[in-house]
């Protein structure tokens, strides 16, 4: 079995505040808004991979998050959410991955009461300071590279890593990366290959335990990603180009095979 572990925020889903052309189809609403998009070729790629592939998004997304979005891809089997802390199954909770979750993490949590307190005493913060689940902290800040770089001189970063997008910030136990999601989830559905494609760092841990990781150029320029990545030229979106990459290797055993080697 081919399993796909597909980031979805701007590796095959993009905001409304990036132009990625007319031909797009919204998949997400909230508020009464259309938030996000995806380009009808990158749908088309979609469907025709989820026909020799099992597509597993992979996202830091929240289950109410996640579920807002609408692929249009059909139904899909199995989703990682809250940085692979929490599995769904048909769209249904798996309760003992996350008790697992609870447990992985539980050496961490001293680390998350800590970042908690001082994001709370962050003055530039924007947004309130959520404790996801019990598995990772979350807010937004308007000086997030500096509220992240406080954060790493007083917390344990052999226990906990601290990530900013733009103003949201996440301290994150290292237990819980996404490369231990697809970890767990090999050995969950005892898959035989694993493909993984993101765009950011929350994403390298997947390309280290993926036998072939796909990344923006972009990212590489920024970050030393593991040798069985494979950079992606954004000529045009980058969903587009890395999906295409996959279709081209599973169109026969081969491809997959010489990539491999």
């Known amino acids: 079995m081919i399993v796909f572990h597909a980031d979805l925020d701007n590796t095959l889903i993009f905001s409304y505040k990036h132009e990625i052309g007319k031909e797009k189809r919204s998949v997400e609403m909230y508020q009464g ?11 088309e790629l979609l469907r025709e991979i989820k026909e020799k592939a099992l597509v597993v998004p992979t996202t830091t997304r929240t289950i109410q998050q996640y579920e807002r979005i609408q692929l249009g891809i059909g139904a899909i089997k199995y989703a990682l959410v809250c940085n692979g802390g929490i599995l769904l199954a048909e769209g249904k909770e798996v309760p003992s991955w996350y008790q697992s979750s609870l447990e992985l ?3 961490s949590r001293g680390m998350l009461a800590r970042a908690t307190a001082i994001l709370e005493r962050e003055p530039q913060r924007s947004l309130e300071v959520r404790v996801i689940r019990e598995l990772f902290v979350f807010t937004k800040c308007q000086n997030a590279k500096g509220a992240v770089k406080h954060l790493k001189e007083e917390l344990d970063t052999s226990l906990v890593d601290v990530f900013c997008q733009g103003e949201k ?3 994150i136990p290292k237990v819980l990366s996404k490369g231990m999601a697809v970890r767990r989830f090999r ?4 898959g035989d290959t694993v493909i993984a494609a993101g765009d950011s760092s929350f994403d390298i841990s997947m390309f280290q335990e993926a036998d072939i990781g796909i990344a923006p150029c972009s990212l590489a320029q920024k970050k030393k990603l593991p040798g069985q990545t494979v950079c992606m030229p ?3 979106v980058y969903s587009q180009e890395l999906l295409e990459y996959i279709g081209n290797m599973l169109q026969n055993g081969t491809g997959i095979e010489e990539t491999l080697k």
């Open 33 to 43: 808004r259309e938030v996000s998009f995806i380009t009808e070729k990158t749908l």
């Open 105 to 107: 993490t539980a050496g």
């Open 169 to 171: 910030i996440y301290v």
């Open 187 to 190: 050995e969950y559905t005892h």
């Open 234 to 236: 954004e000529r045009n």
